[in-house]
Every structure is written in C-alpha cells, then in structure tokens.
C-alpha cells in the first residue's frame, strides 16, 4: 500500500530522534557547559593548571556521555514504524489486512464477508498520519540539568563569542607558540543604557562606517606580545594624561566623530560617526482654560530622541505687569517662584507625548495676578530646553458676591504684605460697619468680627508667618461661606452654566465640551436646588414663584432626565431641539419653589391622598408578609424559634402589650373615621400609622404568651384590619374616569381578594398558603397604584380638572417614596431607574439569590411545607 509510505517514514523518523533524544541529552548537557566558560573568556584569567584540569574532566564527561549514548542508541525498525501507526488508526486496519481468515474457509458467504471487512481496513488506512515522537525526557533528567547548560550556552552566546574558544589552543600550547600564531584583539561598544541600544561586538562588525551615541563606551582589550597592538584613536577628544597605546585594556567615551583603529599584524579601522543626543523640546499648545472654581488646565506637547525624564512648570509673579494700587502699592514680601511637576506618561513611550497640566491654585497668593509660566523638561543626558516665559493672569475661584469679592481682595494683600495688616483692618471695619443686609446669618458676622480683633492684635504686636497663614485661611473660608452660602448666588451660578450651554449650542460645541459644560449646569442644578431646599420660607424675587401663577411639581428624577435629554439631543446635532428643551428648563428653573413633602401648609387632594393611603397599606402588607415568613421559618428551624419561649414572669406583660397594640389598631382606625370628615388640620393617616406599628410590634412579641397558635391569630387579626382598611380606602377613591381608572379599581378589588384568603390560612395555620396569597395581594396594590397614578395623570390633562382637584391632584407628594424606597414618578406611578443597589450587579444578586433557594431546596432535612414553597418561589421566578 504505497499511501502508507510516508506515514511510516514519517513516524519512523520520530522514532529516531526519541532515540537520539533519549540516549545523548547527556552528551549535549556536557558539550554546552564545557564551551560556556570558553566562550566566556575564563581561559583567560584562570591558571593553566586550571585550564587543563577542568579541560581533562570536560573531555572525560563528553566521552563518558557519547559511549553512554552509543549503548542506549536502538535503531527503530520498519516493522515497530508500521506497528506504532497502525496502533493510531481505530480497530488497527493494517495489522488485519495482514491476518488470514480462520474460520470459514471455502465458504463462499463467509469469504466475501472477510473481503469486505478487509476492504474496510484498506479505506481506513488512507487516513493514517505520521505520529508524533514524544520527545519528552523529564523522566530521565528530573532535575533539568539539560536545561540549565543550554542556559549556560545561551548566555554565553549573548555575552561572549565562538571565535574565543579558539584561544584555548594558543594558551595551552605554550607562550613560543602563542606568539607564533600572532597577536589578537577584542572590542566591545557599549551605548548609554538611556538609549535603549544593544552593546556591539567590535570583532564581528567589518572595516568601514560605524554609528554609535555620544557617550558610549569603547572597550579594547589586547592579547600578545605588548606593543605588537596598538590603538589610535580621535573619537574622546582626550586631552593632558593619556593611556599609552600599547597598554592590554583600554576604555574611553566617545565625544565626538573620528577613526578608530587597532595597529598591528590583523589590525583593523572604523570611521566613526557620534550621533548627538538632541535637546529636548517643549512647547504650549493652547491658552491655559479654567472654570469658575479656579481650576486650570494648560495643554503642551514634550518630546525627545530618547525620552523625556522629568519636567517643571515655573510660576513666577510679573511685578511690572501689576497695577500697583491700593493694597498692591506696597512693595511685596519676598516669595519663591511657585515650581509644579508637569504630568508625565505612566506607560508607553515619552519621545513625543501631549499632557495637561491641571491644578487648582485659587488659594495661593498668586491667584489672580499677572505671572510668567515658563514649562521646562529634562532628558536623561541632562539636557533641558524651557519655553519663553508665558505672560498671563494665574487663573483662580471667581467670586461674583460683592462682599465675598472684597473679603477675597482684602486676603490677596495679606498674603501681598505683611505691613498692610493695618490698613486691612480699617477696610473690614468699614464695609462691616453697618451689617444690615450684607450678612445672610449670624455666623458669617461673629466669624469676621473675630477676624477684625485677631487683626487688631497681631498689627499691635507685630505678625508673624503663622498669624499671616492663620488669617489668610480665615478670610477664605469667610468669602467661600458669603459665595456659596445664598440662594441668590447659586441662581447666578446656575445663570452663568446655562448661558454657556447655550453659547455651545449656537457655536457648536464638541461631544467633550458638551459633557463638561452639562456636568457644570447639573453641578449648579444641584447647588441651587439644596440652597433652595434650606430656604424653604418665601423668599423675594424669583426664588419664589409667583402665588397667582398656575403650579405644578418637578421631582429630581425628571429634572436629571430632562438635562440627559438635552445632552443627547446635543450630541446627536438637534441643536434646535435641544435648544427648546433648554428654554423650558430655564423656565422652570426661575419659577421653582421646594415644597415639603411631608406636614406641608397646604391641603392634599384626594388623588394625593389616596396615593398615600395606598403606599401606607402596601408597607404594612410586607411588614406582615415578612413577619409570617420569620414564623414560618421558627416553626420548623427550633434554633431560630429559641426567641419565641418566653418565660413565666414575662407573658403577662407580654399580654398587656398586645392589648395596646389592639388599642393601637382602634385609635388607628378611629383616626382613619376623622380623616373621612375631612376635618382641617387632623391627620388620621398618622394614626392609622401608629395603631399598626403598636398591633404589628404585639404580634411578633406574642403577647398571649402560648406560642405558635396564639401568634398566627395575631397575624390572621392583622391581616383582617389591612383588608378593612383597603376597603375603606376603594370606597373613598376619587371617581376618575378611562381605562387606568377601571383597571386601578380591579387590581385593589383583586388585592382585597387576597388579603381575605390570606386571612383564612392563617386562621387555618396555613402559613405557606398564606404567604402566597399575601404576595398576590402586594402585587395587586403595586398594580393598583400604578394605574392610579397614571388614571389622575390623565384625569389632570382634561379640561376642567384642574380647578377640582389642581394640576398636581395625580402626583405623589415631593420626596415621598414606595415601598422599597424608591422616588415616585411625576405621573403617580411608582418606581424609577434609579440603580437601589448602588454598582454592584444587579443581575449577579439575582443569580445569588436564586442559587441560595434552589440550595435550600434541596436540602432533604428541611420541613416539606418549607421546601414547597421554595419549589414555589423557583416555579415564579
């Protein structure tokens, strides 16, 4: 079968070089630690009697090895090749086309059988492939010693050279002998190691041209008689006491282009060419930027043949650019030139890079005066290049409060001179001389009343370098306080960030400019917003909107959305939608007023309230789900059920307490009675509140004091007062009209439904039943609510609704929230996108949870009952 050739020679050939392997990696191992050292050059500096003892033991572990080898050595033969081939191939087809029928010979069926099965083996023998040698030898060399003589021979290789192993014979055959053969030279050219350049081997690099760094080092060693080699030399510009030519070693930089040569029988000459370490380069790339906190930014580009090291920024004040009035007409303390770090690559390569120095230096005595910034950067070489010195004003926090402004002016020429204490002083006295309407509180007043009289001592008795500090830090604080401690301030603020949105929006602005200048206007959103929440009271302006005007509520949820929707619209180019957008938002942004959203002055529609009495009756239900559940899981777990045993002396107390939680309930529901009157001023939501709280807490102390019974018929009784008052709260809905309506009035009745059946079962101590049904009933309110909200969102939109119930009559009250402690919606529904488990993996969580269920539900020692619901839980979800 002539397809089985290769095959065969193939695996044949493998099986070779296993033997080969096998049988002299010990010879290999011995060859390339015995060269090492020669390459190395250690012939060179050992004795000759060292030299020839490690050379007898070297030749005696290589003859060792090879007759080793030579004894081990087998060569494969064809018939093992075909046999290791055919054992590749499934059912070995070549080893049965070899046998011969046994059985049934001369039968005609049974020959043609075994023809047909010894065709078979012919067609899977065309799939033979050649088999691959195991080369593996850790068996025979555990200890890798192979390994570590090729290491040997590797770095031998790297760091030395083949052609010194023949400079054993010259050494070992005599000095006479030696001279004989002529004297040799060797050369190595080591680069800077900045430059990242390889050492070159002088003895393998042929006569001619040759470029290396200034500043490398040449080594020339020189074997032979002294003075058959010489070296000439122009490339160290070498001067006064210099080694002689002839001398056995000799090292020097190179400095400057010229010839190298090696004089003498063998000798050599290069012409070398120096290549210069260039300068580094430095260059700003744009005009320094700030914002309105005082935080800069000033692109610039560095770059340099072999990379930038290290950098400095240089700022330094430019008297003659000062306007030398008022405080800054004294001459100033001496001061340091300010030095900052310039920013540089972490990773990646500093030849050519573009960085941002970014630093904040609102509080430093520069800030906001004429400097000089002049950048600077250093090579490894040590070679530095600096940019013209950049005449600007250091850019520091704007204050646009007209007291903050002065405080800051009066900081500035402290920290100018320590001599204008006195006349600081005065300045504060007298803008603080009449505080009427400067001043939004009490605080800011004492705080710079306190700075006056530090002033007045250290003026007295002479300032020091801590007292200037002291009052500097002192006058900051006090401007930050009088800056951002006023509603009108954070309006102005959030003026100024719209105005340069919208300036993007016309210049069309970049995606990057786009997101900073949005994260500044939700900044000054923000700000404005919790000025405003402090000074809930009336204020004047437009801080308050006017009270004849037609209002409506705004939570934060839908203001961050509304600001993400202009964004987008942004960076998708609508600029006239976004444009549009932004006009509302500046609209709603002048007319906005906090309400509180609880015990608020003015009165709540029945839509509001509704909501509220629902959300209240949702909380109690999963209270009551999860204190079912706790019994459920103390029923058949004793180790948790350890709290429910109370002793003796403590049941009658326990009783007493679950008659006022009883108690509770009926002031509760009496408060509930009040609230239908629609008394003014009486709030019988809190009593509801307060009477399930009280029966709740007697429920899970087990006020009867018998155990499991007497707790399930506290729950059953708890269950039976939150379907009343479900009831109650079905049968005080507004009439809405539309689908949401009808479909809100169904989902609480089906939510009754199932607080009825989960009263029964626990009546019935049937506490899984009852869990179920209680969370059919929670889901039926969730839905119930939902449509609520969206039935009075749309009930508000008709004509005439607004003068029944106001426009606000569909949506919750600001800062409430549902049951799982979510903001609710503008349009009544509950729920948001707002991430509640912060960053952690939502999904991930899931996962957990369903792998804890499932774990415990395959637990055969828990209750069935227990391990029916789980089953339950898992068949839901």
Avoid: C
């Amino acid at each position: 079968m002539r397809h089985l050739r290769l095959p065969v020679f193939g695996t044949r050939a493998g099986m070779v070089a296993e033997q080969v392997v096998r049988a002299f990696w010990p010879l290999w191992t011995a060859v390339f630690v015995a060269l090492a050292p020669l390459m190395m050059g250690w012939q060179d500096e050992l004795p000759v009697e060292a030299l020839w003892g490690g050379g007898v033991i070297a030749i005696l572990a290589i003859v060792a090895t090879a007759i080793w080898g030579i004894r081990r050595f087998k060569m494969p033969s064809h018939a093992a090749a075909v046999a290791r081939v055919d054992a590749a191939l499934p059912g070995r087809p070549i080893a049965a086309i070899a046998d011969t029928q046994a059985i049934g010979s001369g039968d005609p069926a049974s020959e043609a059988v075994w023809r047909a099965h010894v065709a078979r083996m012919e067609e899977q023998t065309k799939a033979a492939r050649p088999v691959e040698p195991d080369l593996r030898i850790s068996d025979r060399d555990p200890y890798g010693l192979r390994f570590i003589a090729l290491l040997f021979f590797v770095t031998a290789l790297l760091f030395g050279s083949l052609l010194r192993v023949g400079s054993v014979g010259d050494i070992v055959a005599g000095g006479e002998q030696t001279l004989a053969t002529g004297p040799v030279w060797e050369g190595w050219v080591e680069p800077p190691a900045y430059t990242g350049k390889p050492s070159l081997y002088l003895n393998d690099i042929p006569a001619g041209g040759l470029q290396v760094p200034v500043g490398s080092t040449i080594t020339l060693r020189l074997y032979g008689e002294v003075g058959a080699l010489t070296v000439a030399e122009t490339v160290s510009g070498r001067t006064g006491e210099v080694t002689p030519a002839s001398d056995a070693q000799q090292n020097f930089e190179i400095a400057q282009s010229g010839t190298l040569a090696v004089e003498g029988e063998n000798g050599i000459s290069w012409n070398i060419t120096a290549i210069a370490d260039q300068a580094p380069m430095v260059e700003l790339t744009g005009p320094i930027e700030a914002d309105a906190y005082g935080e800069m930014s000033q692109p610039f580009n560095a770059s340099d043949d072999y990379g930038v090291e290290t950098g400095t920024a240089t700022i330094a004040l430019d008297l003659a650019a000062v306007d030398r009035v008022f405080g800054l007409a004294a001459e100033p303390d001496p001061r340091e030139p300010l030095v900052l770090d310039l920013p540089m690559p972490f990773t990646g390569n500093r030849s050519d890079f573009d960085e941002f120095l970014i630093e904040n230096l609102s509080e430093h005595p520069l800030a906001n005066l004429p400097v000089t910034l002049q950048l600077t950067v250093l090579d490894a070489a040590g070679q530095t290049a600096s940019t013209p010195p950049e005449a600007l004003v250091l850019p520091g926090r704007r204050f646009f409060q007209p007291f903050a402004k002065a405080v800051i002016e009066q900081r500035r020429d402290l920290m100018w001179t320590k001599a204008n204490a006195p006349r600081i002083t005065q300045v504060l006295r007298a803008i603080s001389n009449r505080p009427e309407g400067l001043f939004s509180n009490e605080t800011t007043y004492l705080r710079l009343r306190t700075i006056i009289r530090r002033l007045d001592a250290m003026a007295e008795f002479g300032m020091t370098d801590d007292g200037q500090a002291e009052i500097v830090e002192a006058l900051w604080d006090l401007a930050v306080q009088l800056e951002d401690g006023r509603l009108a301030d954070a309006r102005e603020r959030l003026r100024r960030a719209q105005e340069r949105l919208a300036e993007a929006m016309r210049d069309g602005a970049s995606d990057e400019e786009i997101a900073e200048l949005m994260q500044e206007l939700r900044e000054a959103t923000d700000d404005y917003m919790r000025m405003l929440a402090q000074e809930a009271e009336p204020q004047d302006g437009t801080d308050q909107a006017d009270s004849g005007q037609e209002s409506f509520e705004f939570s934060q949820d839908e203001l961050q959305a509304l600001m993400d929707r202009i964004e987008e619209l942004m960076q998708e180019g609508r600029m006239a939608e976004a444009q549009e957008l932004m006009e509302q938002l500046n609209e709603l942004m002048e007319n906005m007023q906090v309400t509180q959203g609880e015990g608020g002055d003015g009165p709540q529609t029945p839509g509001q309230q509704s909501m509220q009495d629902l959300a209240e009756t949702l909380r109690d239900q999963e209270e009551l789900s999860d204190d079912a559940f706790r019994d459920l899981q103390d029923q058949f777990d004793p180790g948790d059920g350890q709290q429910g045993q109370q002793q003796p002396g403590q049941q009658g107390q326990q009783g007493q307490q679950g008659q006022q939680g009883q108690q509770g309930q009926q002031q509760g529901q009496q408060g509930q009675q009040g609230q239908n009157g629609q008394q003014p001023g009486q709030d019988g939501q809190q009593g509801q509140g307060q009477g399930f709280g009280e029966d709740g807490q007697s429920g899970q102390q087990r006020g009867d004091g018998a155990g499991g019974e007497g707790d399930e018929r506290s729950l059953a009784e708890r269950q039976q007062a939150l379907r009343e008052e479900l009831q109650r709260q079905r049968d005080g809905l507004p009439n809405l009209s539309g689908e949401a309506g009808e479909i809100a009035r169904q989902s609480l009745e089906r939510a009754e439904g199932a607080m009825e059946g989960a009263e029964d079962a626990l009546r019935n101590g049937d506490l899984a039943e009852a869990i179920d049904r209680q969370a059919e009933a929670m889901n039926a309110l969730r839905n119930g609510m939902r449509q609520l909200g969206q039935a009075l969102a749309e009930n508000q939109a008709e004509p005439g609704q607004g003068t029944e119930q106001g426009d606000a009559g569909g949506r919750p009250t600001p800062g409430a929230r549902d049951p799982l402690g979510r903001e609710m919606g503008n349009t009544g529904q509950l729920g948001t996108d707002q991430e509640l488990l912060g960053r952690e993996d939502i999904n991930r969580r899931a996962e957990e949870l369903l792998g804890e269920i499932r774990r415990r539900s395959a637990e055969q020692d828990r209750p069935e009952v227990e391990r029916d619901y789980l089953r339950r839980l898992l068949d839901q979800f």
